[in-house]
Each structure stands twice: as C-alpha cells, then as structure tokens.
C-alpha cells in the first residue's frame, strides 16, 4: 500500500519565478526530512513563533476531519501560538484513537522543543488516507533540527501532488509601520471550497488580537481559498491558519472591530495575498492544461453567485469543453440550471473572453466566432455570467462572485488513477 | 457549430442481447430520420396512443428547462396522452420564444396526423444546446411516416452519444390479467439524478387513472434513475414519461391509492424494469469502464442515504481510484465526509467486493488485499459503506439507498472534450 509516484510534469501555469518572501519577525522557519513516505526530500516543516503570537484558522467542512484537522481546531480555542508542524505523505485522516495520540505526541514532541505548552502547537497533516502515523520519526527530526531553511524549503516540504511551491508576499501599511504578510500553501487535487480548501499559512509580524484575526482570516478565505475548485472534492484535511506574531504594534486603542480603519490597509492586501494563493492553487489543479476564471453576476446574493459560479467550475462537461478549447456555452447554461439557485433563463447571457456569446436566453445570432476561438486556445479562459435575477420592483438583484477553476483533462486521469491519497 | 461524431466505441458493459419488447395494445411505434442532423440514421419516434391512454412524469429539476420540458410538464396536467414525439441531434434548450414556438409547432403537426388536441401531444428533445430547432422537417417526417418500426429501431433513434440502445420488458399480474411493461431509455453522458435523469418512457397496456400512474412512476422513478449518476451534470432535457392505454381493465372499485393490493404485482414489476434501465444507463456512461454500484447503510435515513451514495458516485478521486483497479477506501472516506449528511467517523465502515476494509473509523488491520484487488480487476464494483448513525436510544439508523455509478476514465476526455452537445 505505497504511495506511487505521482506524474510530475510541471502545470504550464506554473509562475516563471517563485515570489521571494522575506524574514519576518517573530518567525523561524526549518524544512527538514523525516524519512517517512519520501525519499531524498523534506517532507516537515516546523515554524517557531514569538511569544508575541496569535493564531486564526479555519477548517475543512468535513465530517470526516484528520486527527490534525480535530487537533489544531481545539487548540484554536487558546488564541495563542508557538509552533506550527507540518508533514506531508501522510494525513494521519481515518487513523481512529492511535491517529489522535499521534496527533497530539507530535504536539508534544514540539512543545518540548519550543518550551511551550502542547495546546500552543498545532498541525497540519497531507498525504495518504487511512494509514497509521508514526509521530517517532517525525518527532526526532524537529529534535535533530535543520540547517538554514527558507521560506521556499518550507513550501516545498509541503508539496504531495503538487508540481510547483506556492509562495505569495505583501507589504502594508499598519499605523506608521510597515508590516509584512508572507504565505505559503499546497494543494493541487482534492480541492472545493468548504472552508479552508488546502493548507495554507499565512504569517504577520502585525499585533493583532486573535478575535479579530479570525474574523480577517474568515473574511479574506471566503473570497478566495473558498472560491477555488478543482475536483469538487473536499480533503479531510483542508486547514487554513493565520499567525500574527506581534512584532509591529499598533497606538492608541486596542483593535476590536474588522472595521477599524487602522486595519484597512492589512485587511486589503490580505484579501490580495490570499486571492494570489488561490489562484496559485488552481493553477495547480491536478492535470491542469488551462486556469477558467468564472465571474458571476445579477444572482439573488454572493452566496447565490458563489454556488453558481461553483457549479460551473465543478461541471465535468464544462471542464472538458474547456481542455477542448471548445467554447459550448451550452454546456454553462447546464451548470447555471443545476445549481438550484434562483436564475433567469430568459434574461440569462453569458460572455466568453470579453465576447457576448448569449444574451436573454439565447444565442447571439451571428456573433463572431474567431476572437472567442482565439481566446479558448490560450492558457486563461474567462467566463461572465449575468444570471439575470430580479428583485422588488424590477431591479436587478447584485449577489456577485469570482470562482477560479481549472479544467479537466487526461493528466487528471493519470495522476488519480493510480495515485493514493 | 457543428456536432462531431462523438467515438463510439461499444460500452463494455453493454449488454450481450437487447431485449425483445412485445407488441403492447395501444401503442403503435414508428421512428423515422428527419434528416436534421445526423445523416444516414433514424432521429425521430413518434409513438400513437389509443385513446383510453392516461400519462404521468417527472421531470429535470434544471432552472434552465428544455422548451420540450416546458410544453410536456404543461401538457402532464390534462392526464391525458395520444401521442408522444422524441427528437435527437437537437435539445431544443436555451432557444428562447423560438423554442417555445418550434415546440409548440412539432406538437400541433403530431396532433393533426393523429388527430387529437395539441395538449394531448408530449415532446422530448435531446442533443445540441442553444441551437435553433426547425420544426418543419421533423413535421414533414411524421406526416410521411415510415415503413413497420419495432421498440429497438425506437430506441436506437433517440440515441446520442449512448453506444446502445436501452430497452426492458416484464410481465405483470394485473387482477387476472397479464399486462406488459415495455419501456426505452437513451442517456450516457450529462446524467445526475435530480428527476428524472435522462430521456426515458414507460409504456402499459394497464389502465391505471393519472393520478396514481403520477405516483407509481415517482416512486419507481426515486429508487431508480434517480439513483444513477455519470458525471453530476444534470440535462436541461432529463424527461421520464409513463404511458398507460387502458387496454387491459381492473374490475371491482376504481384504483385511488398505491396501496391498493390489486397494484402490488405492477408495482413491484415497475421498480424491477426501471432498476433494468437504471443500471443500463450507468453502463453506457461516457467512457465507462466499470459499473459502481454503491450500498449505504446505517444513514439518518433514506434521503441521507442517497445523498452520501451520490456523494460517493460523483467524486472524481473514487471515479479515477475505481478506473485505475485502486481499491482506495480514503477517497470514498472522503466523499462521505464532504456529503454533508450525518455520518460517524468513528463508527464507519466499508466493503468493497465483500470484504470489509474499513471498520470502526480505520482500516481492518491486515485484510486480505488478493480478493479486493481480484475484485477491482471486474467490471463491476461493488462498494458497501455502513456510516454508524445513531438514533435515539443508541438504536441503529436505518435509512439506506443504491446507487449506481460509471468510473472516470480517459473515455470520458475524449467523448467530452470535442463533442458539442
């Protein structure tokens, strides 16, 4: 019961350089090789936090949560962060009592190391479903320690079908200080948006109080690691975590609310970094030949939009129209019908590439083929819905959501075919 | 805009021989070529009843509905049917108030040559999306008719991208009577059970009043088509007609209730015939490979049950484990998971092929791998999962479903990815 190797072509949406993201204080990072599942890579992460730290996260939907998942999700409670651990090869999901011991030794395997106490670790597992996780291995690497390790080797011992690292940094303005968001993520396959849709971590050296973190985590993942879709498969293990290790603080009073305006600029390139995450992400999909991005307007709300927009980029039909760079706006018209939210067919239109190619409920007659037929042939295919919804008294209803999607293609079918997750 | 011929490779799940459906009082079957699309092969079925004929249907829950779907649900309120229309190569959806009219027109030409209201005429179309349909050539086809047809020439001419005709027959005890149960199907790709799932008429020589011939098709039609699944996507067309002509008549008290005991052997012979179809549909799914029939046991109860063996059949990571012989119980751990229903971790178990991999929320330590990979080598799989809900008292939940469902295999790329439907 061994993993195979994955094929490991890289997307041709791969970024053609890895953004470099620089220290940050309060954060140290090792990438290390437990010897686990890998041969010859790192496969662990460990990240040290300052004492300063508070921690965010959101969590997989999933009925059937890791013992990682489960873990992390009660030390949440705390508000307060140490450590992070990471591995990939294993997702210690379905692995019963002995996963949760596993779970929680490696937690105490960390705190001995940090000198904290276990409830201020938390853990992110990926890999294999259903396999017992030794924590020894893993627990006398983080001891053993690691050289020098960056950013990128840490984005790079958390990859399993991945074939590229995600990295993304930001600046902004925090008060008078500059602050800094680094973040790093994986993810490719087993991917929809219920929650956190991968694992992603996001790091700032901003004082922020956990309250108020999880709102801002809570509020950037939902138009963004939520809005990405691969598979329509959801992960037991999907995690999204964000620690702020209070290096730079802010005067005055306390920050309470999202919409304090002190926290505008943070909150603004968050909401960018972590769109510049899921984008990453898709671009990643298992097999992806090319990235859609679907825009969806006139719905009855975002969240009406939002599952419109999911049902388009989950649809098989869609997907493979797109790989076939066959522009079968038929097929969208299937997907917005399926969706169960409300929509006009008779004032539905839909755009592919900046072209109107249907319009209130029907073909554009005589509309011109070629730029649409140009525009499916390139790697980025963009795709607007107005659903065409009415509210009181004839005015067009205003949910709007951007999905991003990739499509489906035979690479997805060579990966998944034999590889176990 | 063309359709390309889609492969058609024979399913190899398709069936030895088709079956021989008798003649059925009451109905006369004739399918012709219109010559709109496909060329060198029938595309239209006109099908005449007498005039005791009572209907019944049910129908896609797409938001974006068929001009057919429109005109036929419209029609179901009369009860009544004389004659039914079915075309292919075209779907006649997304095709504005020109739709409406073509439809509209199709049924009045039918009406004529049969000589009956326009209400009592039902239309079906499937094919193209957002194409233009030209009734003309489907009205000069009726009106010249054609030579002796028989159910398979029938149920060839409605065929798409399906790689054989679908056809079923039982016999029932009705009274003293034996009645017939006749029915065609087409369907392969598209398929997700909300409704009906697919094109599919049923045809009696019982008499059986509309009002309880709406509630023993819904019935049959819950446990059965709408129990498959190909790819999640749901047609704007999905159309399923039942057909009674009165022949054959009950004595006594007319029939008011499904209960009634005179019912039961037509009952029971109805849910037998539309499984039969049922399971003839996901053998011709696009690019299948294997059938995936999936049990569940031990849900909230029934509606759950279906939900999670939905779940389990539309995953594109247990589609891909299934086509690539992996017997990869974490993915359909997963698809459980992401299901939404009530589902126990730790209580879960799964089969596949009979043995019991999973137990108690992780795997049975040292199953035997031989008889499961021996299994996964078949055509058909067999996936067993028990999800450990419980109700009060510590009691066994006891909802449970069948689903049926194709693998995810290269097929499906090739079929999907150039096929303009």
Chains 1, 2 share one sequence.
């Not at 706006?329 to 839909?350: F, P």
Request: with cysteine; charged share 25%.
């Amino acid at each position: 019961m061994t993993a195979k190797k994955s094929p490991s072509t890289l997307s041709p949406l791969a970024p053609k350089r890895f953004a470099k993201l620089p220290a940050l204080a309060g954060v140290e990072v090792q990438a290390m090789a437990s010897g686990s599942r890998y041969r010859g890579r790192d496969d662990l992460v460990l990240l040290r936090f300052s004492k300063t730290t508070t921690v965010a996260g959101v969590f997989t939907s999933s009925k059937m949560p890791s013992a990682a998942v489960d873990l992390s999700r009660a030390h949440l409670a705390g508000g307060k962060a140490r450590a992070l651990v990471v591995n990939a090869g294993n997702a210690n999901a379905f692995t019963g009592k002995a996963g949760a011991k596993a779970a929680l030794d490696t937690a105490k395997g960390a705190a001995k190391l940090v000198d904290c106490k276990p409830s201020d670790v938390f853990i992110a597992s990926t890999g294999v479903i259903g396999e017992d996780l030794d924590p020894a291995p893993l627990v006398a690497a983080l001891h053993q320690g690691a050289g020098k390790s960056d950013w990128l080797d840490a984005a790079r011992a958390i990859m399993t079908t991945d074939t590229f690292p995600k990295l993304v940094t930001r600046k902004a303005k925090f008060d008078k200080q500059e602050i800094t968001l680094n973040a790093i993520a994986k993810g490719s396959g087993m991917i929809a948006p219920d929650m956190a849709t991968l694992l992603a971590f996001v790091f700032t050296d901003a004082s922020v109080p956990a309250g108020v973190l999880q709102k801002l985590l809570a509020e950037a993942n939902g138009q963004s690691l939520n809005c990405v879709t691969v598979d329509g498969d959801t992960s037991t293990s999907d995690t999204c975590l964000m620690f702020a290790t209070g290096d730079k603080k802010l005067g005055g009073a306390p920050l309470r609310s999202l919409d304090d305006k002190r926290l505008a600029p943070l909150r603004a390139a968050l909401a960018d970094l972590m769109q510049d995450l899921a984008v990453q992400v898709a671009s990643d999909g298992e097999g992806v030949s090319k990235l859609i991005t679907i825009d969806v307007a006139g719905a009855e709300n975002d969240a009406a939009a939002r599952q419109i927009g999911l049902a388009i980029g989950n649809s098989p039909l869609v997907k493979t129209a797109v790989a076939g760079e066959d522009a079968n706006w038929g097929r969208i018209v299937m997907a917005i019908g399926k969706s169960g939210e409300a929509a006009e067919r008779d004032r539905l239109s839909i755009d592919i590439g900046g072209v109107q190619v249907a319009r209130k409920g029907r073909a554009v007659a005589g509309y011109d083929e070629r730029p649409v037929a140009k525009h499916m042939r390139g790697a980025h295919v963009h795709i607007r819905v107005d659903v065409g919804v009415q509210v009181k008294s004839k005015n067009k209803a205003k949910g709007q959501a951007r999905i991003w999607a990739s499509d489906l293609t035979h690479g997805y079918i060579d990966i998944n075919a034999d590889y176990r997750s």
